[in-house]
């Protein structure tokens, strides 16, 4: 069994910062390719970002590229998102991912990659 948990979300004004931690347990750990995705009211589930299992590869979707940075703590086996210079249109549930098949050095960006999902994890940002 796999179990991811998002938290860290919450209220935030335009222009502030929020870390999400994917804290992930069970028969695996955070050294294998996960993925951070996004759900807005009325959207469709888009992605944000995605790491590789070595964590050397990072993808960003340019939305976020440059605010967004991607971390892990191979120790508490969690994976970090953090949120900076947050706007609006980056209120959403936000989802962790994990692929469960043979790692890859790639940072997946489509959904259908992974295999794994946490509950969510809702950020607002008001202006």
């Known amino acids: 069994q796999v179990q991811l948990v998002e938290s860290g979300g919450g209220l935030a004004q335009a222009g502030d910062s929020l870390r999400l931690s994917c804290a992930v347990s069970g028969r695996t750990s955070v050294k294998q390719n996960m993925g951070w995705f996004r759900q807005a009211p009325g959207k469709e589930r888009e992605f944000v970002a995605a790491i590789n299992w070595s964590g050397g590869i990072t993808n960003f979707a340019d939305s976020v590229k440059d605010r967004f940075t991607l971390s892990r703590d191979n120790v508490k086996n969690t994976l970090y998102l953090e949120l900076n210079s947050l706007k609006p249109e980056d209120t959403a549930v936000y989802f962790c991912?994990?692929?469960?098949?043979?790692?890859?050095?790639?940072?997946?960006?489509?959904?259908?990659?992974?295999?794994?999902w946490g509950q969510g994890t809702q950020v607002t940002v008001s202006s």
């Open positions: 991912a994990q692929r469960e098949r043979t790692r890859s050095g790639t940072a997946f960006t489509r959904a259908e990659d992974y295999d794994y």
